[in-house]
């Protein structure tokens, strides 16, 4: 399996991005997918995740910002961001959880490349 993370950028402080990540391979609609981040100095840690069957977990955070969203028929996520912070400054991965379901780093099997969200105050 492939993932393809797009649509990182500079955004002033206020300002909105969408992330958005493309599988590839042999993927499977039963995967969680999630999105996580790391800052400068930093551990990963997850920001938002959404089943095959769209249960959600975000972390606190993010949540009332960040919407996580995905098209099982494209095989693709997304990770709506209003109102950035300069806090919210890292590399986003997604990743897939072939399991079904998971909210910690372990749990995910493979990852995307990265891309950089640089939030300016």
């Known amino acids: 399996v492939q993932l393809q993370a797009s649509g990182g950028g500079l955004v002033q402080a206020g300002g909105s991005l969408r992330l958005s990540c493309a599988a590839s391979g042999r993927t499977s609609s039963g995967y969680c997918l999630g999105w996580f981040r790391q800052a400068p100095g930093k551990e990963r840690e997850v920001v938002a995740v959404?089943?095959?069957?769209?249960?959600?977990y975000g972390a606190d955070s993010v949540k009332g910002r960040f919407t996580i969203s995905r098209d099982n028929a494209k095989n693709t996520v997304h990770l709506q961001m209003i109102d950035l912070k300069p806090e919210d400054t890292a590399v986003y991965y997604c990743a897939a959880d072939t399991a079904g379901w998971g909210i910690e780093e372990v749990e995910y099997d493979y990852w995307g490349q990265g891309t950089q969200v640089t939030v300016s105050s």
């Open positions: 959404i089943s095959w069957n769209g249960r959600i």
